[in-house]
């Protein structure tokens, strides 16, 4: 395929998914390298990288191992990095794609309500869902889908917009296709690409919300994920700054994975921007 | 390079004396601004109204109470200047202080005594509605004396150690017209004490100045008091170290800092003056859940937790083991260590649990329970966690599940949406203030701090009522002593860690805890070495 | 006139929004575990039933939700925000309060945000593929993915701290009474970890949209025409280029007016301002839902405003005017 070799070639690209590969192996390898609870008391809390052999990066304060953290935690934000993004584009696509294809009243009605969500400050109804619906890893999950899905609902409807008035989908209706092949099977794919590049920021943005979160001390306490260990930092920041720098690298380095893997994408998917042209 | 020149040496010495804590015999410098470490802003100022620590830090300085503590946690009188009390336990009468304005110059007598014993302690203040809920009136024979009357005895001693705290006067003239609650005084509060209030900005700063017709002549010695509001834990610590900060009150920075500026020579970080304030980490359980309901299964719970271990691995220097609702530091009802207690034994938990039915089944897990934490203290979500990994041991998964302050309140006591607790219990000097409630039947559903388990024991309930209205000291030292027995016996909650707030102060603060109440205290007597 | 009557219309094709939000907060709030009267007893650290009860009926939490709703929307209409839990106050004077604060914090993030991804944006298109296009755009993703919160904390440490060159936080020394230029000073020396804190993220935004919108202009033909015509290379960016290429910066600062004050949540809780933003958590900690719809209703215009006054913007720089045939 001409955008996979597109894709390939760009350097930032290459580097960025060498990163994200890195991490998943991390998180599917954890079992191996850290079995049992890396969330159970594995000795002395605040031991320093290099202090004991046994904890190459340290424990942290409630005496728990940081790398089996790092390792096990690293599954743990790509899965909530997943989720939140597959649920923010799968509800902003169906809302862009209805917007976009049927425009009219339907389309006012439901730019109405993507712009009440994107005039509220995200991280404030993030705030406002966590209070109401609790600090599981679910609902936060969830919480961070549903205030990140109004851009991905108006770039999909930009696109539907633009995709609608042309000839295949004339022809389409004229053989009496119904709207919902329409939608799905001809427009839709057509639409994808920006979105899919899109998804990159969300992914990002997602990730940072959760460790915005797991700082003031919201997110779930039972899973090792590496923003919960950046909050558990916090109170040691001073003195023990390894607690929260080195989740905090590992968040940086995966979000720069991220936002080149997305690079890489949009310079595949769009060739007219790709810098030097 | 040649040694230290005579005056150098001189300088040198002047300053190691200085750098010893509070010695009597400096005489206080005049003048200065005292800063303060401001965490959590109340929603009023107001003493009179609303107890708490956080009310008093600032309001007491403002407002004053009937009586104080004296250096050895003894009440000495404030406003009031002497008190004597009937043999039943039904009047007691105090001869006011003479002399005493108000701010706004108006003169203090037993009227404003009345109004606000009458109003203020007795319909709205938290605490306050429940210690005079048998005050039927207060008479004022004269200007300057207040007559306390009950209907049913009240202990001279628990009016007395309560009073400090429940017992602070507001201007009747200032508060008489209008909804008491809605009064602006309440965010800018008029009083008798050391200070003046000039300004509340909401989220940066309050400050007070120096009040020039202080009853208490020659003080205070310093110029003003600034509060700083600073929520983030770690940035208080650091406007500590920038010297923007010179106190930090009731433990409000992490143990970290405690414990490193601990080892700053320009800090002293010190329990000293919180004697008053002494706190107990709670583990309470909810009947309902009948797994719980079997004692045995509590018992084995305590038994699963290392406390001297969580103590000196997490807590540093500031906690110790508890022994009981009651703390050490109250010298009139400590019953002493001999109750029963839940030494760390993890073999014999597994046996208690055996034998209470709940074998190990798939992976070593037993039964799982849902653990409410507090969300305001460091101490309790490392605490939480510790229980956590512990129980995990002893075959128990346990779920934390977060929330916030207003969340826990009402997942915990009203609710009941919870297996295991863990909060704080505050002591406010005398367990029927305080701490009785937590184990007392009949609190109604919603109520914080009271036992909301699904438990009843009649005796224990019985010995509380007892003691609540007992006249005689040492036969009420016994009822409680028995009391602490029966709880401890049979742990419908434990409070196996006892921690008295930590002050931290800059060493240029003198004359700084010298009461057993002193960040909620006057400060008349407060100075700055330069 | 015109501008006037255009807000106008703006406004009132917002309004629809505009209920949705309020009182879509509402009722979710009342989902919420815990009201105000809790929060309160947590603060104060204790409290008995019959204070409970009267609290509750002081803060007219004993009417039903339906009618407090209704009752809010009511107040609403006639631009009353209604009356603070936490402070005593009604919402439209503790928000006046606050509000100062959070606009020079935003103000001065994105000030800082915008012209220097401007400047860095037209290096790195200039030398593209070259080192400093190479180590801007590193530096660039770096700003972009590091957690803003760990930034300010660590700021604190080495720049207040270690080096005691800037304050620790708050917004002016109030332990001195400054006026006029030293006033003035005193506040900025205050806003300069905040700022750089808060802006980072949008300066790695702004700085790659800069740069790829730069890098698209200067492909175009009259960028060719104009070069042709023999003027000068900075002649060529500074007159022509520059203004096409701005547009898509300008309309960001539309879009990301909102996720400043989502953003300014956690900054000024690291730094202790006494901002919008730090009021909005303590609402939703303490339930105070006058307040946080307060807040929500004045962000929401303030958007809305931000919005308005970019598409103006956006209309003055438009290419219609600039060479492009």
Known sequence: MRALRAFLRSPAAVIGSVILLAVLVMGVSAHWFYPGDPLGLAGRPLQWPGQNPRFPLGTDPSGRDIAAQLFHGARVSLLIGFVATAIAALIGIAIGALAGFYGGAVDTALMRVTEAFQTVPNFLLLLVLVA????????????????????????????????????????????GLSDAHLILREVLPNALPPVIVYASVVMAVAILLESALAFLQLSDPNVPSWGNLIGLGRNVLRTEWYVSAIPGVAILLTILGVSLVGQGLNDALNPRLASGR | MTGPTRREMLVLGAGAMLAVPAMAQETPRRGGVLTVHFATEQRILNPSLQASTGVYIVGGKIQEALLDLDAEGRPVGVLAESWESAPDGLTHTFRLRRGVTWHDGRPFTSADVQFTAMEMWKKILNYGTTLQQFLTEVQTPDPHTAVFKYSRPMPQGLLLRALPDLGYVSPKHVFETGDIRQNPANTAPIGTGPFRFVQYERGQFIIAERNPNYWREGMPYLDRVVWRVVGDRAAAAAQMEAGQILFSPYSSLTIADLQRLGRDPRFEVTTRGNEGNVRTNTLEFNFRNPVLADIRVRRAIAHALNVPF????????????????IP???????PGPDVPQYPYDPALANRLLDEAGQRRGQGGLRFALRLLPAPWGEDIALWATFIQQSLQQVGIRIEIVRNDAAGYLRSVYRDHAFDLATGWHQYRSDPAVSTTVWYRSGSPVGAPWTNQWGWK????????????????????????????????????????????????????????????RWASSSWHDTWLAS | MRILRLAGRRLAASLPTLLIILAGMFLL??????????????????????FAAEMRRFYGLDAGVPAQLWNYLSRLATLDLGHSAIYGKSVATVILERLPATLLLMVSALSFAFSFGLVLGVIAARRVNRWPDTLISTLGLIFYATPSFWFGLMAIVVFSVHLQWLPAGGLSDITRSLSGLAAVVDVARHLVLPTLTLGLIFLAIYLRIMRASMLEVLSLDFVRTARAKGLSETRVVARHVLRNAMLPMVTLIGLQAGTMLGGSVVVESVFALPGLGRLAYESVVQRDLNTLLGIIFVSALLVIAINFLVDILYARLDPRISAEE
Do not use: H
């Open chain 1, 132 to 175: 109401v619906f609790g600090s599981t890893i679910e609902t936060v999950t969830i919480a961070i889908g549903i205030v990140s899905w109004p851009p991905v609902a108006r770039l999909t409807r930009a696109e539907f917009l633009t995709l609608r008035t042309r000839d295949f989908v004339q022809a389409c209706r004229v053989q």
């Open chain 2, 310 to 325: 969580f103590i000196e691995n997490f807590l540093g220097p500031f906690a110790k083991p508890g022994t009981g609702p």
């Open chain 2, 328 to 334: 050490s530091v109250s010298t009139d009802y400590y």
């Open chain 2, 457 to 516: 024991d009649d005796r224990i309930d019985a010995l509380i009522d007892a003691a609540a209205t007992e006249v005689d000291p040492a036969k009420r030292r016994a009822l409680y002593a028995e009391f602490v027995r029966a709880v401890q016996t049979e742990l419908p909650l434990w409070m196996p860690i006892e921690q008295i707030f930590v002050s931290v102060f800059n060493r240029r603060v003198r004359n700084a805890g010298n009461n057993p």
């Open chain 3, 29 to 50: 709030l009342q989902l919420a575990p815990g009201d105000t009267v809790d929060a309160l007893m947590a603060q104060i650290g204790g409290g008995d039933a019959a």
